[in-house]
């Protein structure tokens, strides 16, 4: 079993903050989800499990907006997903962080430029702000002191480590893991 976690803000509130209704998404004639329904309220922290297959990645995919619903509606702050124009959903996506199964990281970027390039995009923030907020993501992952690192220098769980850095660094109210455990590197206990 593998799973996906949404971990809307830590604001807390019973505001409403995403709701799936009567979702139904497949590909051609195979059939991932089927009248999936779903409430998510600010605060709250959704974790999703099943087996290879069952579906979670699509979710977090129609919840991005990447995939649109062939039946049913996705809505994020109040907004159906599914039908936003590119620039709506280009401002929806900026309140929402992604971390991808296999992190996503420019490869030709520094560890900073990956973490920086959220901010850089979507804020008309000073550079010298940009680089307090930067490292200030990388030590709240554990990562102080690898912001001049090439990600081929990184191992697995560190550069799962810096995706993290970069999903979080708007401090969007939405962030959603694709396989939060994947890749981290987590002690071993010897029998």
């Known amino acids: 079993m593998s799973g996906c ?14 709701r799936l209704d009567g979702v139904r ?3 051609r004639e195979r059939q991932i989800l089927s009248d999936v ?7 709250s922290i959704v974790a999703l499990v099943g087996g290879s297959g069952s579906g979670k990645t699509t979710i977090l995919r ?9 039946q049913g509606s996705v809505r994020f702050e109040g907004q159906e997903v599914g039908l936003l124009g590119r620039d709506a959903l280009y401002a929806v996506r900026r309140r929402m962080g992604m971390l991808y199964q296999f992190g996503a990281l420019f490869t030709d970027l520094s560890v900073f430029d ?5 901010l850089r995009e979507h804020t008309g923030l000073a550079e010298a702000l940009i680089r307090d ?19 081929s220098q990184l191992s697995g769980g560190m550069a799962r480590r810096v995706a993290l ?11 959603m ?15």
């Open 114 to 118: 990956n973490v920086a390039f959220p």
């Open 5 to 18: 976690l949404i971990n809307p803000s830590s604001i807390v509130s019973d505001a409403e903050l995403l």
């Open 62 to 70: 129609l919840i991005g907006g990447l995939l649109r619903a062939q």
């Open 25 to 27: 998404f497949g590909y």
């Open 133 to 151: 907020l930067v490292l200030l993501k990388l030590n709240a992952v554990g990562l102080r002191g690898v912001a001049h690192y090439r990600t």
């Open 37 to 43: 329904s779903l409430s998510v309220r600010r605060g």
């Open 165 to 175: 850095a970069r999903a979080i660094a708007l401090d969007p109210p939405l962030i």
């Open 177 to 191: 893991y694709d396989e939060p455990s994947a890749g981290l590197e987590i002690g071993r206990a010897h029998v």
